[in-house]
C-alpha cells in the first residue's frame, strides 16, 4: 500500500505544470439531470458526487449521476457533508464508505471528500472546540484510510478552517485539499498544505453545480485516482 505521504508527494509534481489544470465539477440531487456529454466535450474531466450527510442522510441523485458519470468517461467520486454535532467521526466516515464513499485503485475513481464548512444551523462551528473538531476530523480520515488504504481529501475554506480547526496543520501531508475560494486565484491556502489540489472557483458551472479545477494535468489527475 502506497503511504499518504508518499501520494501526496507523487502529486507535487502538480505545481511543476505553471498552467495546467483540469476542469470539474461537484453535483447533488439539485442538479437533477447532467447533460454528460456536453459537459465530457467543453473539457470536463472529473466530478465530485455527493452521497451522504451525517448517519441519516443519502442523495438520491447519487447513483444515477454515479453511473452517467461513469458511462461518460469521467474520473468520479463521492463526498460526504460532515455534521461534527451529531455523530462520531469514525461513525460517519463507516456511513459514507457503505453508501458510495469507497475507493479503489481503478484508475477513475478519486478518493473520498470530507466536506467540512459552514453548518447549514448557523452556528458554524457545530459546538465544538478547535481541538475537538480536529479530532472529530482525525476520527473521520483514519477510519476511513483504514478501510480503503487512502486517505480522504479535505474540501473547506481558509476562513473555516483558520476559525474552527485553529489553522490545523495535521492534515496537511495526508489528505488532498479541495478549497473553495470564488475569487480569480485560490487565495491563502489554510492548514499547512503546500498548495490545492482542486480549487472550487465558482458555485456555478455550465452543466450543473459547483465549478472545480485540478491542480495539474489530466496525468496527474489520473495518478489521484490509481493510488
Same mark, same amino acid.
Given at each position: &500500500? ?10 507535487? @509534481? ?10 470539474? *465539477? ?18 470536463? $474531466? ?15 441523485? *447519487? ?12 474520473? $468520479?467520486?463521492?463526498?460526504?457533508? @460532515? ?12 456511513? *459514507? =464508505? ?10 477513475? %475513481?478519486?478518493?473520498? &471528500? ?10 458554524? #462551528? ?6 475537538? &473538531?480536529?479530532?472529530?476530523? %482525525? ?10 488504504? $487512502?486517505?480522504? &481529501? ?9 476559525? #474552527? %480547526?485553529?489553522?490545523?496543520? /495535521? ?34 458551472? /455550465? ?13 496527474? =489527475? ?6
Amino acid at each position: &500500500m502506497k503511504s499518504a505521504v508518499s501520494v501526496i508527494a507523487a502529486s507535487s @509534481a502538480l505545481l511543476g505544470v505553471a498552467s495546467a489544470s483540469v476542469q470539474g *465539477f461537484d453535483i447533488s440531487n439539485y442538479q437533477g439531470n447532467i447533460d454528460w456529454s456536453g459537459a465530457y466535450n467543453s473539457g470536463a $474531466r472529473f466530478v465530485i458526487i455527493k452521497a451522504t450527510e451525517g448517519t441519516d442522510y443519502i442523495d438520491s441523485g *447519487f447513483n444515477s449521476h454515479y453511473t452517467g458519470a461513469t458511462n461518460a468517461g469521467f474520473i $468520479r467520486g463521492g463526498y460526504h457533508f @460532515a455534521h461534527p454535532d451529531s455523530s462520531s467521526g469514525a461513525d460517519q466516515a463507516n456511513y *459514507f =464508505l457503505a453508501h458510495g464513499g469507497g475507493w479503489s485503485a481503478d484508475g477513475i %475513481t478519486l478518493p473520498g &471528500m470530507l466536506d467540512i464548512e459552514y453548518a447549514p444551523s448557523g452556528n458554524e #462551528c457545530y459546538g465544538l472546540s478547535a481541538s475537538d &473538531m480536529v479530532s472529530w476530523i %482525525t476520527d473521520f480520515v483514519n477510519t476511513y484510510e483504514s478501510a480503503t488504504g $487512502r486517505y480522504p &481529501m479535505i474540501y473547506s475554506t481558509n476562513d473555516w478552517w483558520s476559525t #474552527c %480547526t485553529g489553522n490545523s496543520d /495535521a492534515f496537511s501531508s495526508n489528505s488532498p485539499l479541495v478549497l473553495a475560494d470564488y475569487n480569480s486565484s485560490p487565495g491563502t491556502i489554510p492548514g499547512g498544505w503546500p498548495y490545492q489540489t482542486i480549487w472550487q472557483n465558482s458555485d456555478s458551472y /455550465a452543466y450543473g453545480g459547483d465549478s472545480d479545477v485540478f491542480n495539474g494535468d489530466e496525468t496527474a =489527475l489520473k495518478k489521484i485516482a490509481s493510488g
